[in-house]
């Protein structure tokens, strides 16, 4: 099964993704042995897949793409009374969310990267299948980590559908590609991240 089978995501190169990088909200320069993300968020958003790319840099040269989310499952957008009554966290696009994770353990049983600072989003809260920025902005620490999909980390375990995998979080869909990430970056102090629209 392909990581990106559900992903329909345009490609982009790394000249076009640095470009679009300088363009928003936050940039201040790229640190140049420094790794960090970018993440592209799908226009079409089809409920419940991972259907957003990551692509992970080390300074300005391009390290990886991977298939992840970057909104929530059905079961966070539509039940988001359980996890918040604002409604389900939604990060804000087109910005810069700069020294965002550090190495940790997400829910305390996963090796992840834990928000450490703070991200601007949204409350999602009208029910429905879609992760929409409506409404008014929020900043603070809400627990949007970068994770993956297995606490027992199987080898070569992937996971289709969301579900409940995130509410909000970076989440990547298979453990064998997530950890080959997180391997490379556990050990910087403080990791950035962009998150673009589909452009």
């Avoid at 990088?21 to 958003?45: H, L």
């Avoid at 009374?81 to 969310?97: C, D, E, P, Q, R």
Wanted: with cysteine; proline share 3%.
């Amino acid at each position: 099964m392909s990581e990106f089978q559900d992903n329909k995501v345009r490609n982009y190169t790394a000249a076009q993704l640095l470009a679009q990088v300088r363009e928003v909200t936050g940039f201040n320069g790229i640190i140049p042995a420094g790794y960090w993300f970018i993440f592209v968020r799908s226009s079409e958003d089809a409920p419940d897949v991972y259907d957003d790319k990551g692509y992970l840099f080390k300074g300005d040269k391009f390290d990886t793409v991977f298939a992840c989310t970057t909104n929530s499952g059905t079961t966070g957008l539509r039940n988001f009374i359980k996890y918040n009554a604002l409604g389900t966290f939604v990060a804000k696009s087109n910005m810069w969310h700069h020294d965002l994770w550090s190495y940790g353990l997400h829910r305390g049983r996963m090796p992840a990267l834990r928000q450490v600072n703070s991200i601007v989003g949204y409350r999602d809260n009208n029910s429905n299948n879609k992760a929409e920025e409506l409404g008014k902005e929020v900043i603070g620490i809400y627990g949007i980590n970068f994770h993956g999909v297995d606490y027992a980390m199987r080898p070569g375990f992937w996971r289709r559908l969301i579900g409940g995998w995130s509410v909000g979080c970076f989440v990547v869909p298979g453990v064998d590609r997530y950890l080959e990430i997180l391997h490379k970056v556990k050990h910087q102090r403080r990791i950035s991240m962009v998150l673009l629209k589909e452009f």
